[in-house]
């Protein structure tokens, strides 16, 4: 059973900083490309960022140069730090990942359950 964990979530003034983590674990033979999703109050989910196997990144228009993906391959685990919190950053983060489980020979999109991220002061 593979499932997504992620951790770090909080409340934080505009202009503060807060580091995301996910964690993939269970029965993991690879992992391809990873990434940020998130769901603000009556709106759609959106893409943030995403990283794949060899470390390329891409990130939607209105984090770039505030957020930065990263992964340790060795602990199955994604990270996106965000620095310069805007309140429209306000919203549910979810990680996912596309994973081949070792009982499987094709790839899978597995979703963490979201943690919630509020700017506010």
């Known amino acids: 059973q593979v499932q997504l964990v992620e951790s770090g979530g909080g409340l934080v003034q505009p202009g503060g900083s807060l580091r995301l983590s996910c964690a993939a674990s269970?029965?993991?033979?690879?992992?391809?490309?990873m990434g940020w999703y998130r769901q603000a109050p009556g709106k759609q989910r959106e893409l943030v960022a995403t990283?794949?196997?060899?470390?390329?990144?891409n990130y939607v228009d209105s984090v770039k140069g505030r957020f930065t993906i990263s992964r340790d391959n060795a602990k199955n685990t994604e990270y996106l730090q965000m620095n310069n919190l805007k309140p429209e950053d306000t919203a549910v983060y979810y990680c996912?990942?596309?994973?081949?489980?070792?009982?499987?020979?094709?790839?899978?999109?597995?979703w963490g359950r979201g943690t919630q991220v509020t700017v506010s002061s």
């Open positions: 996912n990942a596309d994973i081949r489980a070792r009982s499987s020979s094709f790839y899978r999109t597995y």
């Open positions: 990283i794949t196997s060899g470390g390329s990144t």
């Open positions: 269970g029965s993991i033979f690879r992992i391809n490309t």
